[in-house]
């Protein structure tokens, strides 16, 4: 008996442990998940929007053509006030009678509307017309879209359509001014500035106001 | 006949599936990131139904609080940094090489030229909070002391003419303070901009 006993089997085979190979993947998961949060509430997937404005310089040249074209009577003047009020007339100051309207769809988007009618039309016709061209080719429909975009910024600085002055006065907040942009771009205006408001016009919105 | 034996359950959960959807969602989120700029004030900006995203890089945002005072950002710390350097190379400002290191650092800023030094020495928890409670901060722009101005005819120098310039302010802001920053801008002859706004549903 000068075996060794190997604590085995009797058939003397030395067997290999058997490796579990599977890892475990809990931390790893947890770490992760943690990261995840992390990138998830820091990051903005949402880029803000911008409006593009073009404000006219001080050149006397851009200064004159204003001044004419507040002359005709495509011109629209929209007085922005305080407590979200707004005024507007029609062509000349010295003629027109001023009005007070609302933000939104029946106040002055209606107005506008209603004096840019060749252009609203003009752009249904166009959106009409485009609606069908979808197409599923990105660089197609990237074309189309320039086409389109092409198309109707002539449409919007077309001769007879309306010219908006806006007068913001001091108290108004930002928030009208940017409602006032957007329905320029509701109401397919394409000419249109930012004016200071004037003594006249004050005379006018405090002569309404009694 | 054996005896009845309960089969031992195996209590070990594969997470390789989950790891791999974490994997995935965690790239997804570090490429899409995009981190938000500390901000010393909150401004609520307005809705609108424009659809023109801001431009990706080189833009210098103009801050501007419901109170009208106005702060000022770059968006790299590089393009900050030569914006300062340009000024106080145009003898408008003096800060040392390590307060301009610093400068470049920092989130936003928005205060007066000749505080400048002083407020980027504070520790950096502190800097904010002068900011919003101090009344005397924000880039001073009127008619008698226009900073603005040479704070952005500086960026303008230093970055190229690609730059972008944004305007965000808040909802409540009163026109009179939007007027002074869009009248200091048209004074410089800077006549294209953004105005930052936030996705409004259509009516």
Redesign the interface.
């Known amino acids: 008996m000068a075996q060794i006993d190997t604590g085995g089997g009797d058939q003397g085979k030395s067997k290999q442990k058997k490796m579990n190979a599977?890892v475990?993947?809990?931390p790893?998961?947890d770490m992760?998940?943690l990261?995840?949060t992390f990138?998830?509430l820091?990051?903005?997937?949402?880029?803000?929007?911008?409006?593009?404005?073009?404000?006219?310089?001080?050149?006397e040249d851009i200064k004159k053509e204003n001044k004419s074209q507040v002359q005709t009577d495509e011109a629209i003047t929209i007085i922005?006030d305080k407590d979200n009020k707004i005024y507007y007339f029609e062509g000349k100051p010295s003629e027109a009678t001023l009005q007070e309207t609302s933000y939104?769809?029946d106040g002055i988007r209606a107005v506008l509307l209603n004096k840019n009618k060749q252009a609203k039309a003009e752009v249904d016709k166009l959106k009409k017309e485009f609606e069908g061209k979808y197409s599923a080719n990105a660089e197609k429909d990237k074309k189309n879209k320039a086409e389109f975009k092409e198309r109707l910024s002539k449409i919007k600085n077309a001769d007879g359509t309306p010219t908006a002055i806006i007068k913001?006065?001091?108290?108004?907040?930002?928030?009208?001014?940017?409602?006032i942009?957007?329905e320029m771009?509701?109401c397919y205006i394409g000419k249109y500035v930012?004016d200071?408001v004037n003594e006249q016009d004050k005379a006018m919105v405090a002569g309404l106001a009694k | 006949m054996g005896r009845f034996r309960v089969k031992k359950q195996d209590t070990?959960i594969?997470?390789?599936p989950?790891?791999d959807v974490?994997?995935l969602?965690?790239t997804f989120?570090?490429l899409?990131?995009?981190?938000?700029k500390e901000e010393p004030v909150k401004v609520n900006?307005?809705?609108?139904?424009?659809?023109?995203?801001?431009p990706e890089n080189n833009l210098l945002t103009i801050f501007?609080s419901p109170e009208g005072k106005i702060f000022m950002t770059m968006d790299s710390p590089v393009g900050q940094e030569k914006m300062a350097q340009e000024l106080i190379d145009n003898n408008k400002l003096s800060l040392t090489a390590q307060q301009l290191k610093e400068f470049a650092q920092v989130p936003t800023f928005g205060t007066p030229l000749n505080t400048i030094g002083s407020w980027v020495d504070m520790e950096p928890a502190k800097r904010n909070e002068l900011l919003t409670k101090d009344s005397g901060a924000g880039i001073p722009c009127d008619s008698l002391n226009d900073e603005l101005k040479e704070w952005v005819i500086a960026a303008r120098n230093a970055n190229g003419e690609n730059m972008g310039i944004?305007i965000?302010?808040?909802?409540?802001?009163?026109?009179?303070s939007?007027?002074e920053v869009?009248n200091s801008?048209?004074?410089i002859?800077e006549?294209?901009?953004?105005?930052?706004?936030?996705?409004?549903a259509g009516?």
Do not use: H
């Open positions: 599977r475990d993947f809990t790893m998961v992760i998940m990261l995840v990138f998830m820091c990051t903005t997937l949402l880029k803000p929007q911008t409006m593009e404005i073009v404000m006219p310089s001080d050149k922005i939104g769809k913001p006065t001091d108290a108004s907040t930002y928030k009208n001014l940017i409602d942009l957007d771009a509701n930012i200071k | 070990f594969d997470m390789t989950m790891s974490m994997v969602l965690l989120f570090m899409t990131a995009t981190f938000t900006v307005p809705g609108s139904v424009s659809e023109i995203k801001i501007v944004a965000k302010a808040d909802k409540n802001t009163p026109y009179s939007i007027k869009m801008l048209r004074s002859d006549s294209r901009y953004n105005l930052i706004t936030t996705l409004k009516e």
